[in-house]
């Protein structure tokens, strides 16, 4: 005991690499449970910053055990690029510190062709993926046609796997999209090599992190997206095709309910979304313009994984009310309140209104919220910058102010408050709850 749950309360890219960090000093184990490289975790310390898909933002400590759950969906050609990348950065990335479920699914160079072709077939209705072939693979897994990592163990068998689906997957690439598809051949004498450099990394994740929470050793589930991207209970059909939720950690790492300690729901100060999809509180000109910053720094909002900038608009607390209920979240992270910084007055969506009628709580699943409009709170701006505030009374009142709303709105603790990039730009709020 105990397994600490990190989860994005939002459209994912709410700052989860960073809290993430924080907390693995602390950490024992630190587990990524859902997705796979259409994440993008940036973590920076001091002068550097380290941009992670797929392993777990803990790794830059030295102490933690790193995990891909099998929940995940890996790119094996992505993963060694990101730990030949991290290991020329002097972090050590050896099969002691980092491990992959051997029940975690392969991403090959045919599901990132069918995710391609099946969204310029949409069209203008397309979902608006990272194209990192996660639809693809996840469906191969759910109609158990998909390639597990444990296949790896034998290269050979692994290579014949891999030419079999994409053989399979080119009928489908050129006969039904008339699309070029990867070469069966090339493409699995590349995955045997890769089998050979990841083999030692196989294990079975379940069992080691049981094993550890009997011991008493802290467990860290990194969750990726956020919840309103999952595959049940966000915005279908614009999610993802996993569950970055509290049951998709359970899941994807192979663990039960009874471990569970904190669940840590990490919220942007304000709402920002990729791809398609509704987005009541989305905002444009200035205000989204403030919101998401010109692209110069790492943290504007622009996308790690694809670089496309990201809609911006104003904290919506019905979504925000909607996640905690879903994840059972027992804290919130608020990150990037300095971001808000400059603007006033500052608006919070407090309710829904629906043909004539308010609703604080959504009345329906997410699917429809085109079909909403948002009922704002205005509250006052600060003009000050807030980036080297130490504690909570360090905060102009207006911020304060702010925060103790959003507490109240969402009737769950801030316990940490993020206020610029770096390590210690964190405020410890418990006091305050
Ligand atoms: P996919 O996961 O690449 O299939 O993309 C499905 C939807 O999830 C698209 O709207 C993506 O923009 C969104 N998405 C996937 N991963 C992330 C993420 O890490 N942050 C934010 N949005 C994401």
Same mark, same amino acid.
């Given at each position: 005991?105990?397994?600490? !749950?990190?989860?994005?309360?939002?459209?994912?890219?709410?700052?989860?690499?960073?809290?993430?960090?924080?907390?693995?000093?602390?950490?024992?184990?630190?587990?990524?449970?859902?997705?796979?490289?259409?994440?993008?975790?940036? !973590?920076?310390?001091?002068?550097?910053?380290?941009?992670?898909?797929?392993?777990?933002?803990?790794?830059?400590?030295?102490?933690?055990?790193?995990?891909?759950?099998?929940?995940?969906?890996?790119?094996?050609?992505?993963?060694?690029?990101?730990?030949?990348?991290?290991?020329?950065?002097?972090?050590?990335?050896?099969?002691?510190?980092?491990?992959?479920?051997?029940?975690?699914?392969?991403?090959?160079?045919?599901?990132?062709?069918?995710?391609?072709?099946?969204?310029?077939?949409?069209?203008?209705?397309?979902?608006?993926?990272?194209?990192?072939?996660?639809?693809?693979?996840?469906?191969?897994?759910?109609?158990?046609?998909?390639?597990?990592?444990?296949?790896?163990?034998?290269?050979?068998? /692994?290579?014949?796997?891999?030419?079999?689906?994409?053989?399979?997957?080119?009928?489908?690439?050129?006969?039904?999209?008339?699309?070029?598809?990867?070469?069966?051949?090339?493409?699995?004498?590349?995955? /045997?090599?890769?089998?050979?450099?990841?083999?030692?990394?196989?294990?079975?994740?379940?069992?080691? @992190?049981?094993?550890?929470?009997?011991?008493?050793?802290?467990?860290?589930?990194?969750?990726?997206?956020?919840?309103?991207?999952?595959?049940?209970?966000?915005?279908?059909? /614009?999610?993802?095709?996993?569950?970055?939720?509290?049951?998709?950690?359970?899941?994807?790492?192979? !663990?039960?309910?009874?471990?569970?300690?904190?669940?840590?729901?990490?919220?942007?100060?304000?709402?920002?979304?990729?791809?398609?999809?509704?987005?009541?509180?989305?905002?444009?000109?200035?205000?989204?313009?403030?919101?998401?910053?010109?692209?110069?720094?790492?943290?504007?909002? &622009?996308?790690?994984?694809?670089?496309?900038?990201?809609?911006?608009?104003?904290?919506?607390?019905?979504?925000?009310?909607?996640?905690?209920?879903?994840?059972?979240?027992?804290?919130?992270?608020?990150?990037?309140?300095?971001?808000?910084?400059?603007?006033?007055?500052?608006?919070?969506?407090?309710?829904?209104? /629906?043909?004539?009628?308010?609703?604080?709580?959504?009345?329906?699943?997410?699917?429809?919220?085109?079909? &909403?409009?948002?009922?704002?709170?205005?509250?006052?701006?600060?003009?000050?910058?807030?980036?080297?505030?130490?504690?909570?009374?360090?905060?102009?009142?207006?911020?304060?102010?702010?925060?103790?709303?959003?507490?109240?709105?969402?009737?769950?603790? @801030?316990?940490?408050?993020?206020?610029?990039?770096?390590?210690?730009?964190?405020?410890?709020?418990?006091?305050?709850?």
């Amino acid at each position: 005991m105990p397994l600490d !749950v990190i989860l994005g309360s939002q459209w994912g890219d709410e700052g989860k690499g960073r809290i993430t960090d924080l907390l693995s000093a602390k950490a024992d184990i630190v587990a990524r449970f859902s997705g796979g490289d259409n994440a993008g975790h940036s !973590v920076t310390v001091g002068d550097q910053l380290y941009k992670l898909h797929l392993v777990p933002s803990g790794i830059v400590h030295t102490h933690t055990t790193c995990m891909l759950g099998s929940g995940m969906v890996v790119n094996p050609v992505h993963l060694l690029d990101e730990m030949d990348y991290l290991e020329s950065e002097g972090v050590d990335v050896s099969p002691k510190r980092l491990k992959i479920s051997s029940a975690a699914h392969i991403i090959t160079p045919s599901h990132i062709a069918l995710d391609k072709a099946r969204e310029a077939q949409r069209g203008s209705a397309g979902i608006g993926t990272t194209m990192r072939g996660i639809g693809p693979a996840y469906t191969d897994k759910a109609t158990r046609s998909g390639i597990r990592a444990g296949s790896m163990t034998n290269p050979e068998e /692994f290579a014949d796997l891999v030419e079999k689906h994409t053989q399979d997957a080119a009928n489908i690439l050129e006969k039904v999209f008339q699309q070029q598809a990867p070469n069966p051949t090339e493409v699995a004498l590349a995955y /045997f090599d890769i089998a050979k450099r990841l083999q030692p990394y196989l294990a079975d994740i379940g069992a080691l @992190i049981a094993d550890a929470l009997d011991q008493g050793k802290i467990v860290l589930a990194e969750g990726a997206q956020g919840t309103l991207l999952d595959l049940d209970h966000g915005t279908y059909p /614009f999610v993802t095709s996993s569950y970055p939720t509290t049951a998709g950690a359970l899941m994807g790492l192979g !663990v039960g309910p009874k471990h569970v300690r904190r669940i840590i729901g990490v919220t942007k100060s304000f709402q920002t979304r990729v791809g398609s999809g509704a987005f009541p509180t989305e905002c444009e000109g200035k205000i989204a313009q403030h919101l998401r910053g010109t692209g110069e720094h790492p943290w504007d909002e &622009f996308g790690t994984t694809t670089g496309r900038p990201r809609r911006c608009g104003w904290l919506d607390g019905v979504l925000l009310r909607y996640a905690i209920r879903i994840n059972s979240i027992t804290e919130l992270t608020l990150t990037k309140l300095d971001i808000l910084s400059g603007l006033d007055p500052i608006q919070i969506c407090t309710a829904y209104q /629906f043909e004539g009628t308010s609703y604080p709580d959504l009345p329906s699943d997410p699917t429809n919220l085109a079909e &909403f409009s948002p009922e704002y709170e205005a509250m006052s701006g600060w003009d000050s910058d807030i980036t080297n505030a130490q504690d909570w009374d360090d905060l102009p009142a207006e911020a304060r102010a702010y925060v103790q709303r959003v507490q109240q709105l969402a009737n769950t603790p @801030i316990r940490l408050i993020s206020i610029g990039p770096e390590r210690d730009q964190v405020i410890d709020n418990t006091n305050q709850d």
